[in-house]
């Protein structure tokens, strides 16, 4: 069976491990640990984990690490460090991108990430770009001299389920930030030295709140004017909490439609022209993308024309996209 495209391994697609490697490995006897999830866009990036699960993991649309049964723990900072060694045993010094997870070490301290960090940089010195998933209440109680110094430290860009920018969407879904987090932390992010990259969760206010869904989220992005904006399709997993919403009726799943609709009306708010914006998973309906400055009215004639097609040939094609975590 296929592997999902959230599964990940510490092993490098292209690199196998030759007998003087395998050897090596073996004398070390220190396994590395996986993580449990990763962006899209670190497909091909070294998997450092220097946290276990996510230390909020309250979210009702998420539940990802309940599916794989990871609860929250912290990890000793020896072991982080004994984990980059043997993963250089293993692979060498091939990798030009870094991940560390799992889904929050922006709530580690500020001295264990940077410790962490620097030995990652020095053991690889190829690294050009080093990641990491952030939760905005995290980097919000980061002072911007402590994100300053986790970038000097190799930290190049954190990721950020911004998901919504309605207060009534986020307290709703549990997310446990707020619009002014959002923008706060955004903020002292992008004067940090480090590329940030906000999602969008298309769908997550429902039938009901979809317009504040989006209204908020235009005026989150506006203010923070992030480097990426990574769009995502809601995806309802049965064993969800958002599933038990769902039944109660306390939720309506938004159309199909409505969410490309909802991808339109944000891409016509926003004027934050330096973002990237991009639609750049599998289970989006449209995958639009370019430089909001410049490729903004293209994006939206491209949803325009789409919505602008028969109805039969619309419901058609929403029925041939996967719905994919």
């Not at 670190?42 to 009702?60: D, F, I, K, P, Q």
Request: aromatic share 8%; with cysteine.
């Amino acid at each position: 069976m296929a592997r999902p495209w959230f599964f990940t391994s510490a092993v490098h697609p292209r690199v196998r491990l030759d007998q003087k490697g395998l050897a090596s490995y073996n004398r070390s006897m220190h396994t590395p640990e996986q993580l449990v999830i990763r962006p899209p866009s670190e497909a091909r990036s070294l998997l450092v984990r220097t946290v276990r699960g996510c230390n909020w993991n309250r979210c009702l649309f998420c539940g990802i690490y309940d599916l794989f049964g990871t609860p929250h723990s912290m990890r000793e900072l020896d072991d982080v460090l004994k984990d980059i060694d043997s993963l250089r045993e293993i692979h060498r010094d091939v990798f030009t991108t870094a991940f560390i997870g799992d889904a929050d070490p922006l709530s580690l301290p500020t001295e264990f990430l940077v410790e962490v960090l620097t030995h990652l940089r020095k053991t690889f010195p190829s690294l050009k770009r080093v990641t990491a998933y952030g939760r905005a209440s995290s980097l919000w109680k980061k002072s911007p001299q402590e994100l300053k110094d986790i970038s000097a430290a190799g930290l190049d860009r954190v990721h950020v389920g911004m998901e919504s920018g309605s207060d009534l969407v986020l307290r709703f879904q549990k997310k446990g930030t707020s619009a002014r987090q959002l923008i706060e932390a955004g903020q002292n992010t992008m004067v940090s030295g480090m590329e940030l990259s906000y999602y969008f969760l298309l769908g997550l206010g429902g039938r009901e709140m979809w317009k504040d869904h989006v209204a908020g989220s235009i005026t989150v992005i506006n203010e923070v004017a992030p480097h990426f904006v990574r769009v995502r399709r809601l995806w309802i997993h049965p064993a969800s909490r958002l599933m038990e919403k769902v039944t109660t009726g306390e939720f309506t799943e938004q159309t199909p439609e409505g969410t490309v609709i909802e991808l339109r009306d944000l891409l016509a708010g926003l004027n934050a022209d330096r973002t990237y914006f991009t639609c750049d998973h599998a289970n989006n309906y449209l995958q639009v993308a370019g430089l909001l400055g410049t490729d903004r009215q293209k994006m939206l004639e491209e949803i325009t024309s789409f919505l602008a097609l028969p109805s039969d040939r619309r419901e058609a094609y929403y029925r041939s996209i996967p719905s994919v975590i």
